[in-house]
T-cell receptor
Framework: GAVVSQHPSRVICKSGTSVKIECRSL??????MFWYRQFPKKSLMLMAT?????????EQGVEKDKFLINHASLTLSTLTVTSAHPEDSSFYIC???????????FGPGTRLTVT | GQNIDQPTEMTATEGAIVQINCTYQ??????LFWYQQHAGEAPTFLSY??LDGLEEKGRFSSFLSRSKGYSYLLLKELQMKDSASYLC??????????WGAGTKLIIKP
């Protein structure tokens, strides 16, 4: 159990366009979802934490108008990268947890390349 | 500030034992996690320590010393498939995971 999916797994987009990444918890209700970004050979960087039905909490230095997060249901959160630039190219990973903060289940990640 | 330190890269031989160290300084402590991450994939959970001592799980063991801010992951009977990055993460007082940069483990035949 505790499966989290992400879609798409890979996406290439042109500079200036927007890209939406979906994160779904398939067999449990995720009260909290986390969005991470990881650059090559670097640590996971938490971008934001979202609780179902409320606004996401963004980490310092993450532009909330650029990285739009919606957690509309207990099984779905979306991250939209608006007006993407090449420096936004990265590996984006979501994780989800139910009420237990110690259990985070990770999605398979989305490789975003902005040309 | 909060800091997690682990070696950037280690090399070991198939069948041998390797120990990956992690030291941390965080605001509060609610446990330390080890994850395995293969290239281009999301991390997968390996272990969780919140009390001092050694937790053994098959070929993998994890040790914690809270007074020293120190943990290690011990991998025995190394297999080629163990080649991956190993991430140390600490849950702070806000129940947020603070991540190390990961240790890339290279296994040689």
């Amino acid at each position: 159990g505790a499966v989290v999916s992400q879609h798409p797994s890979r996406v290439i987009c042109k500079s200036g366009t927007s890209v939406k990444i979906e994160c779904r918890s398939l067999d449990f209700q995720a009260t909290t979802m986390f969005w991470y970004r990881q650059f090559p050979k670097k640590s996971l960087m938490l971008m934001a934490t979202s609780n179902e039905g409320s606004k996401a909490t963004y980490e310092q230095g993450v532009e909330k108008d650029k990285f739009l997060i919606n957690h509309a249901s207990l099984t779905l959160s979306t991250l939209t990268v608006t007006s993407a630039h090449p420096e936004d190219s990265s590996f984006y990973i979501c994780s989800a947890s139910s009420r237990d903060p110690y259990e985070q289940y990770f999605g398979p990640g989305t490789r975003l390349t902005v040309t | 500030g909060q800091n997690i330190d682990q070696p950037t890269e280690m090399t070991a031989t198939e069948g041998a034992i390797v120990q990956i160290n992690c030291t941390y300084q965080t605001s509060g402590f609610n446990g330390l996690f080890w994850y395995q991450q293969h290239a281009g994939e999301a991390p997968t959970f390996l272990s969780y320590n919140v009390l001092d001592g050694l937790e053994e799980k098959g070929r993998f063991s994890s040790f914690l010393s809270r007074s020293k801010g120190y943990s290690y992951l011990l991998l025995k009977e190394l297999q080629m498939k163990d080649s991956a990055s190993y991430l140390c993460a600490v849950m702070d007082s806000n129940y947020q995971l603070i991540w190390g940069a990961g240790t890339k483990l290279i296994i040689k035949p």
